[in-house]
């Protein structure tokens, strides 16, 4: 019987933020998982500068890259193959991963797989869950991106909701400030909202007419704006956690809404959840209620999986490179990239 040879990949990530490389052995076992995160960097503006972003990966890279193989014990030589994230994100953040992977692909003679960045936050899942297979409906919430995706088979998608405005991620960041906690939002408003009332204001549950899927998160960032504008005007004083507990709450019950309806129409039992606002305890534990009812299997990365990583790109890579997916030294950072769609 011919053994199946294991396949190691040194997986690249730099669409925003963070500074991330990662070992990850056949795709669902993490040797290592390195992220330099500039928040703190882009907390004084508010939000993440473009131009600070790149400047520090470029500063960093080199640095993560060897951390990575140092942390799994392995070296360059041993890799299968190099995974970078090219798109969607920051086209100057994305060519610093894509140039260093490009580069160290053309030194050695490992293969090149370029990965999409939403495919990869929906492979975090596979990480932790040996046994998670597609087909599953998938959530996918960050700070760029709210899809409801319909993974078919590996690198199969098919996206059957998507944010009409700005991302669950995005609102949550505009709302964080506009109370007063400061940046990055989402982690200060799931922390806060434990200390608050959810039922204390209500805040609308947008649903898009001609699309039962899509969201749209605007109209509740309005909506608290002016809760806030009229109790300055009345002079009444402002709960802090609980509007952040009330917004949540409004988030989670649109979210919760339209993955269940989803996953009742296409008949699946799995349902999974990925990117930053998936690390939201909130929202969680009221889809671990929801599908404990409903008998459907939830599936969720540790939160260290959901926000952007390296880790989840090498689970994406692992199942490309086994459909024979390689990219060459013209592989360019696409900041627009369609899920499913490579280039
Ligand atoms: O996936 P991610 O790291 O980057 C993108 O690809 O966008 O997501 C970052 C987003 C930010 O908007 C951040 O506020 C949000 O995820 N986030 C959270 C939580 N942790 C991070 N939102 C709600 N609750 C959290 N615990
Ligand atoms: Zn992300």
Redesign the pocket.
């Known amino acids: 019987m011919k053994m199946e040879k294991d396949v190691y990949i040194l997986a690249i990530e730099s669409?925003?933020?963070?500074t991330a490389a990662a070992v990850v052995r056949n795709g669902r076992e993490v040797l290592s998982n390195v992220i330099y995160s500039q928040i703190a960097l882009h907390t004084e503006y508010g939000g993440v500068v473009p131009e600070i972003a790149s400047r520090k990966h470029i500063e960093k890279i080199n640095q993560v890259i060897e951390q990575a193989l140092t942390d799994a014990e392995m070296k360059l030589e041993e890799m299968t193959a190099i995974a970078v994230t090219y798109g969607p994100?920051l086209v100057g953040a994305l060519l610093v991963g894509v140039s260093a992977a490009k580069a160290i692909s053309f030194a050695s003679g490992i293969p090149l797989v370029g990965v999409h960045?939403?495919e990869g936050?929906i492979s975090a899942n596979y990480i932790e869950n040996k046994e998670l297979e597609p087909p599953f409906i998938c959530l996918v919430?960050?700070?760029?991106?709210s899809h409801l995706v319909v993974v078919k088979d590996y690198g199969e998608y098919e996206i059957i909701g998507r944010t009409r405005d700005d991302?669950?991620?995005?609102a949550?960041?505009k709302v964080?400030r506009a109370i007063g906690l400061g940046?990055?939002?989402?982690?200060?408003?799931?922390?806060v909202s434990r200390e608050g009332n959810p039922d204390a204001i209500h805040f609308p549950r947008a649903k898009v007419a001609d699309a039962e899927y899509d969201f749209s998160f605007s109209g509740l960032k309005s909506a608290v704006l002016n809760y806030l504008n009229s109790c300055q005007m009345k002079g009444e004083a402002i709960n802090t956690a609980d509007v952040a507990a009330s917004f949540?709450r409004a988030v989670i019950d649109v979210l919760v809404e339209h993955s269940m309806d989803a996953v009742e129409r296409y008949g699946y039992k799995k349902f999974a959840i990925?990117?930053?606002?998936?690390?939201?305890?909130?929202?969680r534990k009221a889809f671990e209620e929801v599908c404990g009812k409903k008998d459907i299997t939830f599936y969720h990365p540790s939160?260290i999986y959901?926000?952007?990583?390296a880790a989840m790109i090498g689970a994406a890579a692992y199942y490309e490179f086994q459909k024979g997916i390689r990219h060459g030294f013209d592989l360019n950072a696409v900041p627009n990239l369609k899920l499913g769609e490579r280039i």
């Open positions: 669409s925003c933020d963070e994100g960045h939403i936050h919430v960050s700070g760029g991106h991302a669950a991620g995005e949550f960041d964080a940046y990055p939002g989402g982690p200060k408003i799931d922390k949540q990925a990117g930053g606002v998936a690390s939201n305890s909130g929202l939160p959901c926000t952007d990583n």
